[in-house]
Protein backbone atom coordinates (compact mmCIF):
# COMPACT_ATOMS: atom_id res chain seq x y z
CA UNK A 1 0.00 0.00 0.00
CA UNK A 2 2.88 2.23 0.90
CA UNK A 3 4.39 1.46 -2.46
CA UNK A 4 1.39 2.31 -4.65
CA UNK A 5 1.07 5.85 -2.27
CA UNK A 6 5.11 6.42 -3.42
CA UNK A 7 4.25 5.85 -6.91
CA UNK A 8 1.53 7.62 -7.43
CA UNK A 9 2.96 10.59 -5.58
CA UNK A 10 6.13 10.19 -8.06
CA UNK A 11 3.81 9.91 -11.30
CA UNK A 12 2.39 13.06 -9.98
CA UNK A 13 5.84 14.83 -9.64
CA UNK A 14 6.55 13.73 -13.13
CA UNK A 15 3.17 14.98 -14.78
CA UNK A 16 4.03 18.56 -13.43
CA UNK A 17 7.25 18.24 -14.29
CA UNK A 18 6.21 17.72 -17.52
CA UNK A 19 3.47 20.06 -17.11
CA UNK A 20 5.76 22.92 -16.17
CA UNK A 21 8.25 21.92 -19.14
CA UNK A 22 5.27 22.19 -21.58
CA UNK A 23 4.46 25.51 -20.65
CA UNK A 24 7.86 26.61 -20.62
CA UNK A 25 8.39 25.55 -23.97
CA UNK A 26 5.20 26.91 -25.55
CA UNK A 27 5.77 30.13 -24.10
CA UNK A 28 9.71 29.90 -25.66
CA UNK A 29 7.98 28.80 -29.15
CA UNK A 30 5.86 31.91 -28.77
CA UNK A 31 8.89 34.72 -28.35
CA UNK A 32 10.76 33.00 -31.04
CA UNK A 33 8.10 33.26 -33.31
CA UNK A 34 8.58 37.26 -32.89
CA UNK A 35 11.14 38.96 -35.15
CA UNK A 36 13.99 40.83 -33.82
CA UNK A 37 12.63 44.06 -35.50
CA UNK A 38 9.67 43.83 -33.21
CA UNK A 39 11.20 42.22 -30.28
CA UNK A 40 13.77 45.59 -30.28
CA UNK A 41 11.00 48.02 -30.87
CA UNK A 42 8.77 46.82 -27.81
CA UNK A 43 11.98 47.24 -25.82
CA UNK A 44 12.14 50.29 -26.85
CA UNK A 45 8.83 51.33 -25.86
CA UNK A 46 9.27 50.30 -22.71
CA UNK A 47 12.33 51.91 -22.04
CA UNK A 48 10.92 55.30 -23.12
CA UNK A 49 8.06 54.59 -21.06
CA UNK A 50 10.28 54.65 -17.83
CA UNK A 51 11.65 57.78 -18.88
CA UNK A 52 8.28 59.69 -19.39
CA UNK A 53 6.95 58.47 -16.58
CA UNK A 54 9.70 59.49 -14.84
CA UNK A 55 9.84 62.90 -16.42
CA UNK A 56 5.75 63.14 -15.47
CA UNK A 57 6.04 62.14 -11.85
CA UNK A 58 9.28 64.67 -11.46
CA UNK A 59 6.94 67.25 -13.05
CA UNK A 60 3.96 66.73 -10.31
CA UNK A 61 6.38 65.94 -7.56
CA UNK A 62 7.40 70.09 -8.55
CA UNK A 63 3.89 71.05 -9.03
CA UNK A 64 2.61 70.11 -5.79
CA UNK A 65 5.98 71.20 -3.79
CA UNK A 66 6.58 74.37 -5.21
CA UNK A 67 5.92 77.48 -2.18
CA UNK A 68 4.96 79.57 -5.30
CA UNK A 69 1.74 79.70 -7.74
CA UNK A 70 1.90 77.49 -10.28
CA UNK A 71 1.38 79.44 -14.24
CA UNK A 72 -2.62 79.06 -15.04
CA UNK A 73 -2.52 76.72 -19.01
CA UNK A 74 -5.63 78.52 -19.75
CA UNK A 75 -4.09 81.66 -19.50
CA UNK A 76 -0.25 80.55 -20.72
CA UNK A 77 -1.50 78.47 -23.31
CA UNK A 78 -4.25 81.17 -24.66
CA UNK A 79 -3.89 82.22 -28.37
CA UNK A 80 -4.16 85.14 -29.71
CA UNK A 81 -6.41 86.32 -32.49
CA UNK A 82 -7.14 90.05 -32.79
CA UNK A 83 -8.36 91.32 -29.13
CA UNK A 84 -9.64 88.13 -28.80
CA UNK A 85 -8.27 85.02 -26.24
CA UNK A 86 -9.19 81.23 -26.99
CA UNK A 87 -7.56 79.43 -24.11
CA UNK A 88 -5.61 76.10 -25.38
CA UNK A 89 -7.04 76.28 -28.67
CA UNK A 90 -3.62 75.93 -30.28
CA UNK A 91 -3.45 73.03 -27.75
CA UNK A 92 -6.40 70.99 -28.98
CA UNK A 93 -5.63 71.37 -32.71
CA UNK A 94 -2.63 70.13 -32.09
CA UNK A 95 -3.69 67.01 -29.83
CA UNK A 96 -6.55 66.48 -33.04
CA UNK A 97 -3.57 66.50 -35.57
CA UNK A 98 -1.62 63.61 -33.60
CA UNK A 99 -4.33 61.74 -32.68
CA UNK A 100 -5.52 62.13 -36.62
CA UNK A 101 -2.24 60.57 -37.39
CA UNK A 102 -3.19 57.45 -35.38
CA UNK A 103 -6.09 57.03 -37.62
CA UNK A 104 -3.96 57.37 -40.81
CA UNK A 105 -1.46 55.54 -39.19
CA UNK A 106 -3.70 52.59 -38.75
CA UNK A 107 -4.97 52.16 -42.26
CA UNK A 108 -1.10 52.50 -43.32
CA UNK A 109 -0.66 48.93 -41.25
CA UNK A 110 -4.12 47.45 -42.75
CA UNK A 111 -3.13 48.29 -45.97
CA UNK A 112 0.56 46.83 -45.49
CA UNK A 113 -1.12 43.75 -44.21
CA UNK A 114 -2.79 43.54 -47.97
CA UNK A 115 0.23 44.90 -49.22
CA UNK A 116 -1.13 47.00 -51.08
CA UNK A 117 1.53 49.26 -51.88
CA UNK A 118 0.34 52.60 -53.03
CA UNK A 119 -2.33 53.43 -50.18
CA UNK A 120 0.03 52.31 -47.60
CA UNK A 121 3.02 54.89 -48.86
CA UNK A 122 0.32 57.25 -49.38
CA UNK A 123 -1.46 56.82 -45.91
CA UNK A 124 2.05 56.72 -44.33
CA UNK A 125 3.27 60.01 -45.83
CA UNK A 126 -0.26 61.40 -44.50
CA UNK A 127 1.07 60.42 -41.07
CA UNK A 128 4.22 61.91 -41.82
CA UNK A 129 2.68 65.27 -43.03
CA UNK A 130 0.27 65.20 -39.87
CA UNK A 131 3.38 64.90 -37.54
CA UNK A 132 5.09 67.52 -39.66
CA UNK A 133 2.20 69.77 -38.22
CA UNK A 134 2.23 68.87 -34.97
CA UNK A 135 5.93 69.53 -34.95
CA UNK A 136 5.64 72.60 -36.71
CA UNK A 137 2.73 73.81 -34.37
CA UNK A 138 5.10 72.97 -31.73
CA UNK A 139 7.77 75.37 -33.04
CA UNK A 140 5.17 78.17 -32.98
CA UNK A 141 4.08 77.40 -29.29
CA UNK A 142 7.84 77.53 -27.90
CA UNK A 143 8.34 80.87 -29.92
CA UNK A 144 5.33 82.50 -28.70
CA UNK A 145 6.45 81.24 -24.77
CA UNK A 146 9.58 82.66 -25.29
CA UNK A 147 8.74 85.58 -26.71
CA UNK A 148 6.66 86.50 -23.49
CA UNK A 149 9.62 85.30 -21.34
CA UNK A 150 9.74 81.97 -20.96
CA UNK A 151 12.86 80.21 -19.93
CA UNK A 152 14.29 77.53 -18.43
CA UNK A 153 15.03 78.61 -15.11
CA UNK A 154 12.16 81.40 -14.86
CA UNK A 155 8.76 82.70 -16.38
CA UNK A 156 6.35 85.58 -15.74
CA UNK A 157 3.76 84.16 -14.80
CA UNK A 158 5.08 82.51 -11.42
CA UNK A 159 7.01 79.48 -10.12
CA UNK A 160 10.34 78.87 -11.75
CA UNK A 161 9.97 74.71 -12.27
CA UNK A 162 7.15 75.32 -14.97
CA UNK A 163 9.74 76.99 -17.45
CA UNK A 164 11.75 73.70 -16.98
CA UNK A 165 9.46 71.15 -16.98
CA UNK A 166 7.47 72.69 -20.03
CA UNK A 167 10.80 72.60 -22.36
CA UNK A 168 11.92 69.41 -20.84
CA UNK A 169 8.72 67.22 -21.43
CA UNK A 170 7.53 68.67 -24.81
CA UNK A 171 11.08 69.33 -26.18
CA UNK A 172 11.64 65.45 -25.62
CA UNK A 173 8.19 64.62 -27.10
CA UNK A 174 8.86 66.76 -30.13
CA UNK A 175 11.80 64.60 -30.73
CA UNK A 176 10.41 61.60 -30.78
CA UNK A 177 7.64 62.75 -33.13
CA UNK A 178 10.53 64.92 -35.69
CA UNK A 179 12.49 61.04 -35.32
CA UNK A 180 9.29 59.30 -36.55
CA UNK A 181 8.50 61.65 -38.85
CA UNK A 182 12.01 60.95 -40.42
CA UNK A 183 11.53 57.14 -40.81
CA UNK A 184 8.21 57.62 -42.10
CA UNK A 185 9.25 59.25 -45.32
CA UNK A 186 11.90 56.63 -45.53
CA UNK A 187 9.61 53.92 -44.90
CA UNK A 188 7.41 55.27 -47.07
CA UNK A 189 9.49 55.88 -49.78
CA UNK A 190 11.02 52.16 -49.60
CA UNK A 191 7.22 50.89 -50.20
CA UNK A 192 6.32 53.07 -53.05
CA UNK A 193 9.58 51.41 -54.53
CA UNK A 194 8.48 47.92 -53.96
CA UNK A 195 11.29 47.07 -51.25
CA UNK A 196 9.25 45.14 -49.20
CA UNK A 197 7.53 43.19 -52.48
CA UNK A 198 10.85 41.38 -52.79
CA UNK A 199 12.68 38.51 -51.14
CA UNK A 200 16.16 40.30 -50.71
CA UNK A 201 17.80 41.34 -47.45
CA UNK A 202 18.46 45.21 -47.49
CA UNK A 203 18.46 48.17 -44.47
CA UNK A 204 14.56 47.97 -42.83
CA UNK A 205 14.23 45.16 -44.83
CA UNK A 206 13.87 41.64 -43.14
CA UNK A 207 14.12 40.08 -46.56
CA UNK A 208 10.51 37.77 -46.26
CA UNK A 209 8.72 39.97 -48.70
CA UNK A 210 6.35 41.48 -46.23
CA UNK A 211 5.81 44.63 -44.68
CA UNK A 212 7.07 44.35 -40.89
CA UNK A 213 9.05 47.79 -41.59
CA UNK A 214 5.60 49.37 -41.49
CA UNK A 215 3.82 47.84 -38.54
CA UNK A 216 6.72 48.54 -36.46
CA UNK A 217 6.50 52.31 -37.67
CA UNK A 218 3.04 51.91 -36.55
CA UNK A 219 3.96 50.59 -32.77
CA UNK A 220 6.62 53.68 -32.16
CA UNK A 221 4.14 56.09 -33.53
CA UNK A 222 1.08 55.10 -31.96
CA UNK A 223 3.29 54.85 -28.71
CA UNK A 224 4.23 58.77 -29.53
CA UNK A 225 0.40 59.58 -29.81
CA UNK A 226 -0.44 58.01 -26.52
CA UNK A 227 2.38 59.28 -24.62
CA UNK A 228 1.01 62.75 -25.94
CA UNK A 229 -2.46 62.15 -24.32
CA UNK A 230 -0.31 61.83 -20.46
CA UNK A 231 1.08 64.79 -21.39
CA UNK A 232 -1.87 66.78 -22.77
CA UNK A 233 -3.91 65.38 -19.60
CA UNK A 234 -1.14 66.21 -16.78
CA UNK A 235 0.40 69.59 -18.17
CA UNK A 236 -2.31 71.13 -20.13
CA UNK A 237 -5.55 70.14 -18.38
CA UNK A 238 -4.35 70.27 -14.80
Avoid at 101 to 121: D, E, F, I, L, Q
Avoid at 176 to 185: A, S
Avoid at 191 to 207: K, M, Q
Wanted: charge should be neutral; glycine fraction near 8%; aromatic fraction near 16%.
Amino acid sequence: MAGNTIDNARTDTRNDMGGFVADWSSDQRAFKRVSWGKAMMWILLLSDTFIFACFLVAYMTARSSTQVDWPNASEVFALHIGDQNFPLLLIAIMTFVLISSSGTMAMAVNNAYRKARGPTALLMLATAALGATFVGMQVFEWSKLISEGVRPWGNPWGAEQFGASFFMITGFHGTHVTIGVIFLLIVARKVWRGDFDRDERSWLSSGKGDYESVEIMGLYWHFVDLVWVFIFAFFYLW
